[in-house]
T-cell receptor, first 115, second 115 residues
Framework: DAGVTQSPTHLIKTRGQQVTLRCSPK?????VSWYQQALGQGPQFIFQ???????QRGNFPDRFSGHQFPNYSSELNVNALLLGDSALYLC??????????????FGPGTRLLVL | DQQVKQNSPSLSVQEGRISILNCDYT??????FLWYKKYPAEGPTFLIS?????DKNEDGRFTVFLNKSAKHLSLHIVPSQPGDSAVYFC??????????????FGQGTTLQVKP
């Protein structure tokens, strides 16, 4: 079992560009959450997908959007990149909706640098 | 508004001694709390959790204490081992009422266990 995988591992973009990050959940998991972890901070919840729909959203602007595919994998898209979007983006998967959070497994993250 | 706070950015202890990591929260709706450990280049991994109906939960060398009146929880590691050196995140949710996987994280505490 490969666990939660994310691609790419690192990415460099310039301000104003758009970026797409990808996540494959752990086998048997159908719920995917995305978090942003800025340097020196804890992860911040962006949104959560279940059954291909955004179920809950954190305090992030509409520039942040996502998608979940029928195979449960997910994408995070960020438009009009700002310097402040530089962070580690973590994907977490869990089985079913509303399960205990300890069933949530995190991927290694994608490190995004915006210049 | 930082709803979950870890006021100590770092902690250094000697191998074999006790490590105590602290966490404070402000939202009285939080009813489930978790601790995660994070090594460099890896995603956070679940360590231990506690429900608000309990004041203590123990798992091997790890014990979490919850003081609801003070809105404070702590993680005790006894005895500490060099392999415990990592960043520790406290996280909280209102899982009982919202039944979602949204986690609110603290800023993290870097623990160094010296041999």
């Amino acid at each position: 079992d490969a666990g939660v995988t994310q691609s790419p591992t690192h990415l460099i973009k310039t301000r104003g560009q758009q970026v797409t990050l990808r996540c494959s959940p752990k086998s048997g998991h159908d719920t995917v959450s995305w978090y942003q972890q800025a340097l020196g901070q804890g992860p911040q919840f962006i949104f959560q997908y279940y059954e291909e729909e955004e179920r809950q959203r954190g305090n992030f602007p509409d520039r942040f959007s996502g998608h979940q595919f029928p195979n449960y994998s997910s994408e995070l898209n960020v438009n009009a990149l700002l310097l402040g979007d530089s962070a580690l983006y973590l994907c977490a998967s869990s089985p079913g909706w509303g399960g205990l959070q300890e069933t949530q497994y995190f991927g290694p993250g994608t490190r995004l640098l915006v210049l | 508004d930082q709803q979950v706070k870890q006021n100590s950015p770092s902690l250094s202890v000697q191998e074999g001694r006790i490590s105590i990591l602290n966490c404070d929260y402000t939202n009285s709706m939080f009813d489930y709390f978790l601790w995660y450990k994070k090594y460099p280049a890896e995603g956070p991994t679940f360590l231990i959790s506690i429900s608000s109906i309990k004041d203590k939960n123990e798992d091997g060398r790890f014990t979490v204490f919850l003081n609801k009146s003070a809105k404070h929880l702590s993680l005790h590691i006894v005895p500490s081992q060099p392999g415990d050196s990592a960043v520790y995140f406290c996280a909280a949710s209102d899982w009982g009422s919202s039944n979602t996987g949204k986690l609110i994280f603290g800023q993290g505490t870097t623990l160094q266990v010296k041999p």
